[in-house]
C-alpha cells in the first residue's frame, strides 16, 4: 500500500472511531435531562447522649415571627438587630424554625413535640416524612410528649385529616396545660386568636383520648422512665421541658423559652405575645438560661435554627447560641 493510500485508511479509520465514541455518549433522543432536587437533604440530625440512647432532631418547617409579638423592644431596635445578623425581617416578620426531638432508648422511641401538621399552613407539617427518612415509623412511637398544647407543638399528634399519626403511642402532656387549653370554660373568654389555640389542641388530643391513650402528669412527675420533667411554666400555664441522657451528655428539650434566638438571647426580659403570662415567661427563660449554662447542658430547642441543637454560653449580660456541629455518630 502506498504512503497516501496509508495516510488515508489511518484517517477514515480515526473519524469511524471518534463518531463511535461520540454515539456511546450520546443521549438518547428520548432521555430528558436530570432534574436537579429542589429540596434539600432530609430533615433528620442525630447526637448520641449514653451507649444506646440518641436523640435525633425532627425539621416540620419554617414559619414566620411576627415583629409586633416582641415585647420590650421597638421595631426599629429589633431591625437593626436582624440586620447585623443578616436576617431578612419582611412584612410577615423573620422565620424561624419549627423542631421536633425523638429519642432512642435501646430500641424504644419516644417523640417530643411532634410540629404542626396542617394547622398552621404549608409551610409547616413535615415532621412525619423526616421522621420516616430518618428511618423511624410512625408505628414505632410508643410516647409521644408534648412541652405545651400549642399548635406547632401539637397538631402533629394527628394526620392532616385528624386521625392518629402515632398508631401505638400513648400521648401526654402536662396536667396544667391540659388543664387551660382542653377547659372549655376557660376558652370561652378568650380573644378570637386564642381561640383557634384552643380548638387546634382539643382536636389533636380528641382521638387519642377517645382510644384511652391520652394521659396527664402533674408538675414533678416523670411520665417516662428515663426522662426528667423541668417545670416552664409562664410562656403556657404548664409548659414542661424534658431531660435526657447523663453525665456530660444531658440534653433539655426545652419546648419554647425562646422564641428569637438573636433578640431574647441578647436580652432575656424580651417577651413575646403569645405568652400566657409575659413576667413569669420572662422568669423561667432567666431562669432555665442560667440552669442550662451553669450545668453545661445540650438544648433541644423549638425555635432556634434546624437542628435546634447545640449550648447556651454567657456573653456580656446575655447569652449567646454555640450551634452544634455536623460529625458522624462513629
Known sequence: MKLH???NALTASLALAAAS???AHALPEHTAPARVQEQQVAGYFRLPLDK???VTALYDGPVNLPHQWLRGISLNEAKDVFNALFLPLT???VQTSVNAYLLNQNGRYTLIDAGASNCLGDGLGHMLDNLKASG???EQISSVLVTHLHPDHACGVTTDEGTIAFPNAVLYAPED???YWLGGKVAQSRSEHDQAFFKAAVAAVAPYRAAGRFR???RGENPIHGIETVDEAGHSPGMTGYLLGSGSQRLLV???IIHSHSIQLKNPDISVEVDSDQPKAIATRKRILNLVEQQRLWVGAAHLPFPGIGHIVKDGKGYRWLPAEFLPLK
Open 254 to 256: 426545652w419546648g419554647d
Open 177 to 179: 396545660d391540659a388543664d
Open 21 to 23: 465514541t461520540a454515539a
Open 216 to 218: 396527664t402528669f402533674k
Open 52 to 54: 444506646g440512647v440518641t
Open 91 to 93: 412584612a410577615e416578620g
Open 136 to 138: 423511624v415509623q410512625p
Open 5 to 7: 493510500q496509508m495516510v
